[in-house]
């Protein structure tokens, strides 16, 4: 209807064409109905589900078009098919089902028309609406008017056209959206998924599901293709804090544009934007009808509709606009214009399980799916990126790169899987790492040609100048010829004026000496008269300082001191007599001399004087007074005045005042008197001295002017002789220099002769290598893109790849290529190491990777080295460290990022935040000069400098190919072979410190050198290049030259001292190499033991801390291989003794074990095979493909082990041996000990330590811990056998106030008392709180107080507090100021997610009760004081305490023995034997001494109350109070007691006796002291070693190479098959009803079987199918799920798969399993297609209680007058064996396949009886169980009451029933059935 009723004439539709499409319509369905039943959903392929929308969506198609497009049949035929694949094909996985559906298209078409139209259906059609152009504006168009391209729905042009018209379409798109730098290439595939989301999107209401890993290009072919539609796309903004309610928002927006503005909207929703699986449920919603319940309020909703009342008007004119039919039309509107685009990656379970919760997000799509792009892709992609990129190539080449690189991606592909099978570690590649691949080439092609082209240009220039200087040389010697003859003339000239010069000099000279001899008569005239003067002037300065103070005396005496002296009548006398010797002086007349009437002496002449006086100027002429004018009468005159007593100065300063001065001038006058007449003679004789100077110097002046004159001629003459000369000399230099020119261009020439042929050499060299770099590149990049995931070894096995197909493709590369050296330098390198980067090569690469990988690194850390190595590497750049889960995430990043610093995220799990996509991406949008990113729903500034590195301690990490692509995932795992160079590194730098020192030494002066060689001949170079002219001119070159020559002969010198010298250390290093590798060993094997138990985590550092600390301690010696061996010895025993200390007791053997098995692998003593016989031995062996046992005695798993055993070549001959000498076998076999005995067959000489270990394992798995034993201490000494007792002091000492202490607890093992003892005798304080819920608080303040004030802290069951100790370890590591005596202890119970830091910084041990009844009971005394011993004087006191302490031995001991101890084991410990204790103390108090004990009340208490307290099972506590009943009572204080034969009660009185007696027990207890068989050491010792060797198999890698070369997947594969092939066929239910109907349906026994046959029916089912999925899975067919991962997993290690654990029965190995699959279906097959069994496996049933109670009502029903309620069961054991019986019982049934465990059976005497040595078990006789009516039944009391049990393990849960056993006849201890009760017999229905 639908398609005639468009496909008509009306539309101008041709007849023949209306007739195909009314056929075409039944074809669709036949081909949907056949596609249906062909193609059907498996795991792989779930999502090939095909329904009626599948027709509809075709139709749908098929009335896109017009009748201009479809004008003929092949046309129509074209869109019919194109409609087809679109809407069914599009959706399948891989090119078969497509290639399949192909066929089965032209199949219908030709059996429904005929040949000739099959032929006219097209290849490939493809339909697109977007060729037409929008019309040209022709100017009448109205306002409003859009130009829309027409959509005309028509088939494509030819690809290129198209490729051309899409690349328009992506120019204007990035044109048109801001930030977006899309660049996408148009190869045929990314244009017809662009065809097919184009198609989608255009139908109303076309949902997409694009499926596709990462970096496919789903996202940006949707942006184009709605871009094309004209639509706009809209894409959620993750935040942190983004949810369901933002959805909503954001889903609102979205409707209201399509529904109310009615514009296309394209929502791209990808499976990284699923925060929370809630969202689905809103797309599912969406997708499925359109509508999401309650998106909008009441209010909005009017809104809506009242902004639609016009447009649906409009549209609708007649529909009345009511709120509904507004509403519904808004919905529509809405989802015809969203369309939703699933961008989804199929990797992982995720992808599935959605599908399954949310079917409409398949329903409700038309999928695409994104195949892995093709190698055309690949190739189109390279050519579109690289092939307009300039490379040095041929075309050829160059077209070969490209092609390799397509290449390079898809062998890449195939090698994650090859590295996922062999490692169990998931690695991608996606499209997106592969455009990072092509940018990286690129870029470091660009460098490196860049490098080369200038090393090039510098040595072609260097070349260019030695020619330059050659042609010089010739132009000189020219030169050199002219120049020598102008030198002839030039000295005939000089000749001739030299003559001339000569004859003048001759005059000149003889007036010279004339002059100089009247100059000397001058001279000496001069020299005479000077020394007078100096004669005279010392003279002189004698009478200066009088003179000076007579000057200094007469400046005191002012003009009007002298009118006043003038004034006075009658002056005192001393004045008169001074002014008469003024008078003298100035030689002025006097009175005539008269004596004076008054004063001795003459009378004074003051008349006079007053003249004198009054003389103006009389003052100046004293000052100026002529001192040469005294003569020595005057001085004789003064002599009377001056002598007289009171002239003097001080009289006259009291007499006459200032006056006084002039006395002193007076005296002076006279004293310089007495000098200066010495000194006026000299005076005379130098007047006439200087008249006679006077003539000697005109004399002198006219000589003088001769001399002159006659100088002038000379120096005329002088001049020209110089001029001539000089000219002389000119010519000599310019023939010198150019003699040298030559010489010096010749020594150039000469010189570089050398270099020349070297950069001759080179350059052609550098030619070749910018040559080969398309090769060499191509491979630093494929390294640097690619190889990060991967080990080292698997990255040799990608290069060597990778070179071969350069080989194939003759694309020039370096054949020795060495990728470090070609990305990075060895200063680098050498900055790296002292950064913390280790040294050895895998490190060097990652570092190479981290540096220049075009991604942002994240690194797979475990051990933190590459974080160190960042961190160091950083500091300087201000490095911001953060968390994904750290509150402040966000600002971390932004600040980043717009600060410009480096950024590591730490710690991050599987999962990044969203946040980071864009930073990862670098989708940087540039704006200005400055680069944005959207962090979320901001934009943030990207500052230069910012660089992010994400590092992870997950050591297997499997992250999205998404995030593959994003980030360059580098594996830092620390290798054993890198872990060993790190070590010999640091052996070295101990031991041979100076080898090591000479070694750096000598690196650094090779790298010196060779930096000093460069630099000179770069000098060289630079300054032959830069030199301005020529060569020949410059000296300072010839001068470098020489140098550089020298020193290139040196440093060649030093250079191949160096490489002999690094020969040498390289040898001496690799002496210590054992050392190293060593401890790489036991480094893993550290790390191995995490697999056991994830608490023990050892981090790297702590390892290095011990291995560095063994170093110094171990003992020195100068012989090297003596010291080596010491090193090793004692680091060995310390890692052994530290691993130990923090292990549980049952993981210390197993350390102690792996420890030579290890060290025996790697040194190549063991073989792998060898160790996994050990390990498995034959447990997947099929017993019954294996050759027939030779004696009953020998076990099916010991003969299983042994035909293991015979692959062995040491073995091969053992099967046949055992067959020919089984007796002597059996012999050996039955000793008690037969490691210790003579192996038959001359093995016991043949065989070294191990292989007997094989044998033991193989044949006596109880003895295997005996004989391991002997191994370890043979190979590694007797020490290591024994254990290691923890020492808590010693253990306190080792750590510091950053290290806490963790003690993991167990049974029993609560460390709190004795570190409590350990403070109080370290006199601290030990502050303790035990963690849960709210205690973080106190936890805090407790925490506070120890670091600030010292003290420890004891924080108790820290795994109740998980949250507190990621912060505790913060606290710990990053507080300052920590009180050196502050300690952190922490006791936890193993959890897993307790911190794996915080254990890794830790001490850990762990503290477990010892075992053996001696190492307890002392353990017990050690604890019990004197004063407690002594607590009372009762008789009975002593004795008690001491059964006690023995019984709360012994019920700890049983534990170890399994089952056959206790059913369940219970947590016995210290508290509650202290409460026991403290019962028996008060009972004494309170005990009447007459009466006694009441034994009773002991019983009671310990059997039920103390220890019975904790006990739920029935059966222990039938225990418990037998040992209260057998060792309590008054006979226990009698001499003969003892629990067993020398374990008596002492009798002692003090507690050192008691300690002293203890001491003397046995230090082996057989298991009698419990009162067990000594056999029940051997179920002891045979779990233990299961225990053991399970272990070790379970933390064996999971390497699938097995040695053998067959993967796991294919053993497995094999395995499965063969279990198909033996599968029993399924019960058919109604065969199954027919046959109970015949049999009597309702009859209990029969609903019984029927209930069997259900349950098996399960079993067989899930068998069935898991085998036929795993088969499956390991084709790749479908995908492996984790129920199929365990199962293959389990199925290789021999192990029943979990689901199948589930639903059946427990079993050892698989084969056990299987086997009893088969044995439980034949019984049940015989009972209901043959007849009903004489007599029954009760084994086989999966309910037997079901059985037991269904045979009861049998009885019951039998007997009138029997109520089932007071019916028991009872039982008789026949004589007969399985075999024996002929018919069944009269009454009840007959059982066989019970074993007894724990005791024997007397089948004559139909008793219990004691075991045979070595037999576990005894088979028991066919026992005859029936009912009995309780009224006629009496019980016996000699009767054991035995339970029975499914399996080994006695619970609850195994439990049947309980059985009547008959005990031995008195006398006979045995004979009572608590003899029994503790042997722990029992009887079980299977033993395997």
């Keep these: 209807l639908i398609g005639l009723g468009h496909y008509c004439k009306e539309r101008g539709f041709s007849s023949e064409i209306i007739d195909l499409v009314g056929k075409l319509v039944v074809v669709t369905r036949l081909l949907w109905q056949q596609t249906k039943t062909k193609l059907l959903p498996t795991p792989a392929k779930f999502h090939y589900v095909f329904n009626l929308r599948d027709l509809s969506r075709i139709w749908e198609g098929m009335l896109n078009v017009s009748s201009e497009t479809v004008t003929d049949k092949r046309m129509l035929l074209g869109l019919w098919k194109h409609e087809c694949t679109r809407v069914i094909a599009d959706r399948f996985t891989n090119a078969s089902d497509k290639e399949w559906f192909d066929r089965c298209l032209l199949r219908v078409v030709e059996e429904d028309f005929d040949d000739a139209t099959r032929i006219l259906v097209p290849e490939e059609p493809y339909f697109v609406d977007f060729l037409r152009d929008p019309p040209e504006p022709t100017g009448d168009e109205p306002e409003d008017f859009e130009f829309v391209a027409p959509k005309i729905y028509e088939h494509i042009p030819p690809y290129p056209e198209l490729e051309e018209r899409l690349a328009n379409f992506m120019i204007a798109y990035n044109e048109t959206v801001r930030g977006s730098g899309m660049d996408l290439v148009f190869f045929k595939d990314a244009m017809v998924h662009l065809i097919k ?12 599901l694009l499926v596709g890993v990462g970096g496919s290009g789903k996202q940006s072919l949707t942006r184009l293709a709605s871009f094309i539609a004209g639509y706009k796309t809209f894409q959620i903004q993750l935040s942190r804090s983004y949810n369901a309610n933002n959805l909503l928002e954001d889903l609102k927006v979205l409707y209201r544009t399509t529904g109310v503005q009615g514009k296309g909207m394209t929502f791209i929703f990808t499976d990284n934007e699923i925060k929370d699986e809630g969202f689905l449920e809103y797309i599912n919603n969406v997708l499925s009808s359109g509508e999401v319940s309650n998106l909008f309020a009441r209010d909005e909703i009017d809104e809506i509709n009242s902004e639609l009342i016009p447009v649906m008007k409009r549209e609708f004119p007649r529909r009345p606009p009511t709120p509904e039919n507004l509403y519904d039309y808004f919905l529509t509107r809405a989802r015809q214009n969203l369309h939703v685009v699933l961008c989804f990656s199929p990797i992982g379970e995720k992808f599935r399980s959605r599908s399954l919760k949310f079917p409409g997000l398949f329903s409700g799509c038309t999928m695409d799916w994104f195949s892995r792009w093709p190698k055309d892709a690949l190739i189109a992609v390279a050519q579109h990126f690289v092939g307009s990129f300039e490379v040095i190539a041929t075309p050829e080449t160059k077209h070969n790169v490209v092609q390799t690189m397509g290449v390079i991606q898809d062998y890449v592909a195939e090698s994650c899987l090859e590295y996922f099978e062999r490692y169990r570690k998931s690695t991608h590649v996606t499209p997106k790492s592969y455009l990072s691949f092509l940018a990286g080439y690129k870029g470091i092609y660009t460098e490196q040609k860049k490098q080369l082209d200038q090393l090039a240009e510098r040595m072609n220039t260097g070349l260019e100048k030695l020619l330059e200087a050659s042609e010089s040389v010739a132009q000189l010697s020219k030169e050199l010829v002219v120049k020598e003859k102008e030198l002839e003339v030039a000295s005939v000239e000089a000749e001739k004026v030299l003559a001339e010069v000569t004859v003048k000099a001759t005059a000149a000279a003889k007036v010279k000496a004339e002059v100089q001899k009247v100059k000397d008569k001058a001279q000496a005239l001069v020299d005479d008269i000077e020394a007078d003067k100096a004669v005279a002037e010392e003279k002189l300065a004698k009478a200066k300082p009088a003179l000076a103070e007579a000057e200094a005396a007469l400046q005191t005496i002012k003009a009007a001191d002298i009118a006043t002296v003038r004034k006075l009548g009658k002056p005192p006398h001393l004045i008169m007599r001074i002014m008469d010797c003024a008078l003298l002086l100035f030689q002025r007349k006097l009175d005539p001399m008269a004596a004076d009437p008054d004063r001795p002496g003459p009378k004074p002449s003051w008349g006079e004087s007053l003249k004198m006086m009054s003389q103006s100027g009389f003052l100046q002429a004293l000052q100026s007074f002529p001192k040469d004018t005294i003569n020595e009468e005057t001085v004789e005159l003064l002599a009377p005045y001056l002598e ?100 010096a261009a010749s020594a150039l020439i000469g010189g570089l002769a050398g270099e020349k042929e070297r950069w001759t050499r080179q350059s052609k060299e550098f030619q070749e290598q910018i040559g080969r770099l398309v090769g060499d590149v191509l491979l630093a990049t494929g390294f640097l893109s690619y190889s990060g995931p991967f080990n080292q070894e698997f990255r040799l096995h990608l290069m060597k790849g990778w070179e071969k197909e350069l080989c194939k493709r003759n694309i020039p590369f370096s054949r020795d290529l060495n990728i470090t050296a070609m990305l990075v330098d060895n200063a680098t390198i050498g900055e790296w190491n002292l950064q913390g980067l280790p040294n050895d090569d895998l490190s060097i690469q990652n570092g190479i990777i981290t540096t220049k990988a075009t991604r942002y690194p994240l690194l797979m850390d475990p051990q933190g080295q ?183 002969l040196e440093v060649n010198e030093k250079l191949v001292v160096a490489a002999e010298t690094e020969v040498k250390i390289n040898s001496a290093r690799e002496e210590y190499r054992p050392v190293a590798s060593q401890g790489s060993i036991l480094y893993f094997l550290i790390v191995e033991m995490s697999m056991v138990n994830t608490m023990y985590q050892t981090s790297l550092k702590q390892f290095l801390g011990i291995f560095d ?5 171990s003992e020195k010696s100068p012989i090297a291989s003596k010291r080596i061996k010491n090193i090793i010895d004692y680091l060995t025993f310390e890692v052994f003794r530290y691993s130990c200390r923090g292990l549980y007791e049952n993981h210390k053997f197993l350390f102690t074990l792996l420890l030579p098995l290890k060290i025996g692998l790697r040194s190549g003593a063991i073989k792998h095979d060898e160790l996994q016989t050990f390990i498995k031995g034959g447990a997947a062996l099929d017993l019954k493909a294996c050759p027939s046992k030779p004696a009953k005695w020998i076990t099916d798993m010991i003969w299983l082990n042994l035909v293991e055993l015979s692959k062995l070549p040491q073995f091969s001959q053992i099967l046949d ?35 007997k270990l094989l044998l033991i394992r193989c044949w006596c798995q109880d003895r295997t811990l005996a004989q391991a034993r002997k191994y370890i201490a043979e190979v590694m000494g007797e020490r290591y056998a024994e254990g290691v007792i923890l020492d808590l002091e010693q253990t306190w000492e080792e750590s510091d106030p950053r290290t806490p202490l963790i003690c993991f607890l167990s049974m029993g093992s609560d460390p709190t008392n004795n570190i409590e003892a350990l403070a109080k005798k370290l006199k601290l304080e030990c502050r303790a709180i035990s963690m849960g819920q709210g205690q973080e608080v106190h936890a805090r303040r407790l925490l506070q107080q120890s670091m600030s004030s010292g003290g420890w802290v004891l924080l108790q069951n820290c795994h109740l507090g998980l949250n507190f100790m990621e912060e505790l370890l913060e606290t710990v590591t990053e507080t300052e100021g920590v009180h050196e005596s502050s300690r952190i202890w922490i006791t936890t119970e193993v959890h897993p997610k307790f911190p794996i830091s915080l254990l890794q910084t830790s001490i850990k041990f762990t503290n477990e009760p010892p075992e053996g009844v001696k190492a307890g009971v002392k353990r017990t005394y050690a604890g019990i004081s004197s004063e407690q011993l002594d607590y009372t004087n009762l008789p009975q006191w002593k004795s008690l305490l001491y059964a006690v302490a023995f019984l709360h031995t012994t019920v700890q001991e049983r534990r170890k023995f399994g089952p056959l101890g206790w059913n369940i084991p219970y947590e016995f410990n210290q508290a509650d034997f202290t409460a026991s204790v403290q019962f028996v103390q008060n009972h004494l108090d309170d005990m009447d001494p007459k009466k006694g004990v009441c034994w009773n009340t002991v019983h009671y208490m310990l059997g039920e109350v103390q220890y019975g307290g904790r006990v739920t099972d029935d059966y222990d506590k039938r225990l418990l109070n037998t040992y209260a009943k057998v060792w309590f009572g008054e006979h226990m204080f009698s001499e003969s007691f003892a629990f067993y034969k020398g374990y008596s009660i002492p009798q002692c009185k003090t507690i050192e006796q008691f300690r002293e007696a203890i001491d003397h027990l046995p230090l082996v207890d057989t298991p009698e002291v419990f009162g067990l068989h000594p056999n029940a050491d051997i179920t002891f010792q045979s779990n233990m070693a299961q225990e053991v060797l399970d272990t070790i198999m379970n933390i064996q890698p999971k390497d699938s190479s097995g040695g053998s070369g067959e993967t796991r997947e294919s053993i497995v594969f094999r395995i499965a098959d063969d279990m198909l092939e033996k599968l029993p066929p399924d019960y058919i239910p109604h065969e199954i009803k027919a046959r109970l109907q015949k049999m009597g349906a309702l009859s209990s026994m029969n609903i019984f079987l029927r209930q069997e046959i259900d349950r098996m029916q399960r079993v067989i089912t899930l068998v069935r199918h898991t085998l036929q999925d795993l088969k499956l899975a390991i084709e790749g067919t479908i995908i492996m799920s984790e129920n199929l991962r365990d199962a293959l997993d389990s199925m290789y290690d021999a192990k029943v798969p979990e689901i199948w654990r589930k639903v059946s029965w427990e079993s050892s190995t698989l084969g056990f399993w299987f086997t009893e699959l088969l044995e439980r279906n034949n019984q049940f097959s015989y009972w209901i297609f043959t007849a009903r069994p004489n007599v029954f496996w009760m084994t086989g049933f999966f309910n037997p209680q079901g059985f037991l109670t269904a045979m009861r009502q049998e009885v019951t029903r039998a007997h009138k007058g029997w109520a089932l309620d007071s019916v028991i069961l009872h039982n008789d054991v026949t ?24 005791a024997g059976w007397d089948r004559r005497g139909c008793k219990l009886t004691e075991p045979p040595a070595k037999v576990l078990f005894t088979q028991l006789p066919v026992i005859h169980l029936y009912a009995v009516n309780t009224a006629e039944h009496t019980k016996d009391s000699k009767v054991y009451m035995c339970p029975v049990y499914k399996k080994p393990r006695r619970t609850d849960l195994t439990y049947i029933t309980a059985v009547a056993l008959r005990t031995p006849t008195a006398p006979s201890h045995a004979a009572n059935p608590d003899y029994w009760i503790l042997r722990g017999v029992a009887l079980l229905c299977d033993i395997k």
């Design 644 to 743: 007289m007593e009171d002239y003097n100065l001080e009289t006259a300063k009291k007499v006459c005042g200032n006056v006084a001065g002039l006395l002193s001038w007076t005296k002076a006058m006279a004293f310089f008197y007495t000098i200066n007449k010495e000194v006026l003679p000299l005076k005379a004789n130098l007047a006439v001295q200087e008249v006679r100077l006077k003539g000697a110097m005109a004399d002198l002046a006219k000589a003088q002017a001769t001399l002159d004159e006659k100088q002038k001629e000379l120096d005329v003459v002088q001049a020209q002789y110089d001029a001539a000369m000089r000219e002389k000399q000119t010519l000599l230099d310019d023939a010198e220099s150019c003699r040298n020119k030559m010489q």
């Design 1109 to 1113: 600390h063994s170093m110094h301690r």
């Design 866 to 1048: 590459g974080k160190a190595w960042i961190r160091n590497r950083e500091k300087s750049s201000d490095l911001l460290i953060t968390a994904l889960n750290h509150k402040y995430f966000r600002n971390h990043l932004e600040d980043a990022l717009s600060l410009g610093r480096p950024l590591l995220i730490e710690n991050v799990g599987e999962e990044l935040d969203p946040a980071l996509d864009n930073v990862l991406e670098k989708n940087f949008i540039k704006s200005g000069k400055t680069l944005k990113v959207k962090v979320g729903d901001k934009e943030v500034d990207v500052m230069p400098g910012f660089t992010l590195y994400i590092t992870t301690k997950l050591a297997n990490p499997s992250y999205t190919p998404e995030i593959s692509a994003r980030t360059a995932i580098i594996d830092f795992t620390v290798t054993m072979k890198g872990l060993e160079d790190q070590l010999l590194g640091r052996v070295i730098l101990t031991e041979k410190q100076e080898l090591e020192a000479e070694r750096v030494k000598l690196m650094e002066e090779v790298t010196a050198n060779k930096r000093n060689m460069s630099e000179l001949e770069d000098n060289l170079l630079y300054r032959l290049t830069s030199t301005q002219g020529s060569l020949v001119e410059d000296q300072s070159l010839i001068a470098v030259l020489r140098t550089t020559k020298e020193t290139a």
């Design 1217 to 1251: 041996q055992v067959s020919r000498n089984e007796r002597g076998w059996k012999v050996w076999f039955d000793k008690d000990a037969p490691e210790e005995a003579q192996i038959p067959d001359g093995y016991h000489i043949s065989l070294d330590s191990f292989s």
């Design 1775 to 1798: 004589k007969m064996m399985k075999d024996e019986v002929q018919h069944p019982p009269a009454e009840g049934v007959y059982v066989h396949g019970l074993y007894l465990d724990g």
């Design 197 to 208: 989301i184009s198609r989608i999107i255009r139908t109303d209401r076309g949902n997409a």
